[in-house]
């Protein structure tokens, strides 16, 4: 960032702002957009040999940014990950051009390279419910093994994100027959709460030995700290270890089997998105594709002429 000039660095802090103030924007993506939109200016930093004023940036080409893509796909990133940082420029770049009145063709003709979407990886039923019974044996204190029970069922139950689990507070307690959850981009929407998740949380309460005060986190680490989202993750590595599942076994994978499951029994795409909170009905559709391979599966399985 030290490389970029000072009109530009405002530029970018200015946009990342508006990302937050308009679109509320979650601080990890905007940390994400921070890292990428300041890299893509450092290159141009060093591609033309001095830093870049706000009027140099409306002059870039198609071929300085063929230069930028080919030097960030030489020092090792990805295909996924390059159409992600290029997305960041693109949305800065817009921004900038309706800001400063000028054509941005060059940045937003550029194409991603092409790469293989990929599903969500989910658990079998059957390994699900084998996580949620396995999950307690992986600690000796029993609020703990009771707190990540919660927790696990939390995800799998209700699908949620591991950073939405881990944002209730006491006020959330005792859990009742839905949750009010705040998502990605500051969206809020209510969630069902399955009795074994309400009767997880409700034991865990029972048991952990830190005050539940309104504002106070409902998930303790041992420590009396608010838990951090690596333990769970952990804890799920153990699990999954024990049980033989793949390192796809993780806590967002269950996640992933709560919204998979929920289709193969016959719920609607439109309800599933909205209990997933997603933007984008085209993000949902991802377990449409997951949904097909494991019926082709059963048919390739029972058909007499398979």
Wanted: aromatic share 6%; net charge positive; proline share 5%.
């Amino acid at each position: 960032m030290s490389l970029i000039s000072p009109a530009c660095r405002d530029a970018l802090q200015n946009w990342l702002a508006s990302q937050s103030a308009l679109k509320g924007a979650a601080e990890n993506t905007l940390t994400a957009y921070r890292s990428d939109v300041g890299e893509f200016l450092s290159f141009m930093t060093l591609h033309f040999s001095s830093p870049q004023g706000l009027g140099a940036l409306q002059k870039i080409t198609i071929g300085d940014m063929r230069a930028w893509m080919a030097e960030t796909r030489k020092a090792g990133t990805g295909a996924r990950s390059l159409a992600r940082k290029l997305s960041a420029v693109k949305s800065f770049y817009r921004w900038l051009a309706d800001r400063e009145g000028f054509e941005p063709s060059a940045v937003l003709m550029a194409r991603a390279p092409k790469f293989q979407k990929k599903l969500p990886r989910p658990l079998a039923a059957e390994a699900a419910k084998a996580v949620l019974d396995t999950v307690e044996l992986q600690s000796t204190t029993d609020w703990v093994a009771a707190r990540d029970v919660a927790v696990v069922t939390l995800l799998y139950g209700c699908g949620l994100r591991i950073s939405e689990a881990l944002g209730l507070k006491g006020s959330d307690a005792p859990i009742a027959d839905v949750l009010r959850i705040t998502g990605k981009g500051g969206k809020e929407r209510v969630v069902p709460v399955i009795r074994a998740a309400r009767d997880a949380v409700d034991r865990y309460l029972t048991l952990c030995p830190y005050p539940q005060g309104a504002h106070s986190p409902l998930f303790y680490g041992v420590r009396g700290g608010a838990l951090n989202p690596r333990l769970i993750q952990s804890v799920m590595a153990r699990t999954r270890a024990q049980l033989g599942l793949p390192a796809t076994a993780t806590p967002h994978a269950l996640r992933h089997s709560f919204a998979t499951h929920l289709l193969e029994a016959g719920g609607d795409l439109r309800s599933i998105q909205e209990l997933l909170g997603h933007a984008s009905l085209s993000t949902t559709q991802a377990y449409t594709a997951v949904d097909t391979a494991h019926l082709m599966d059963v048919y390739n399985n029972a058909h007499p002429k398979a």
